[in-house]
């Protein structure tokens, strides 16, 4: 750590899954954080990327969002999905390892970071 400053970090996804490079960039982008030393105060899915927390997944989505899923399990991020454009999407189910909210729970989390990335 080295007197580096280390931030709280939001990441906010717009992208649909079917855009896996874009969501595993930002995956990639949030393992390189934690691992030195930032903290990431959500995940937040937001427009197209709502889609990642579709129930049940998509067998071609599998694999990336296991992926997250374990990413949050295992540092304690939450991986929060917007609710209200899920429901104009018609979705109706989501996959457990996300927690439908709205956009008072990214400015809830933004106001409490350092920093707020979009990918």
Not at 11 to 24: D, F, G, P
Not at 49 to 57: G, L, Q
Request: aromatic fraction near 10%; hydrophobic fraction near 40%.
């Amino acid at each position: 750590m080295n007197g580096q400053f280390m931030a709280k970090l939001t990441l906010i996804l717009q992208n649909s899954v079917k855009e896996h490079t874009q969501s595993m960039n930002a995956l990639a982008f949030a393992k390189a954080a934690i691992t030195t030393g930032h903290t990431i105060a959500c995940v937040f899915f937001y427009r197209e990327s709502v889609n990642h927390a579709e129930f049940p997944t998509p067998a071609e989505n599998e694999d990336l969002i296991t992926q997250w899923e374990e990413f949050s399990q295992q540092n304690h991020v939450p991986l929060v999905v917007c609710h209200t454009v899920a429901e104009r999407k018609g979705m109706e189910k989501f996959h457990p390892g996300f927690e439908a909210s709205g956009l008072t729970a990214l400015a809830t989390a933004m106001a409490n970071s350092d920093r707020t990335l979009q990918f």
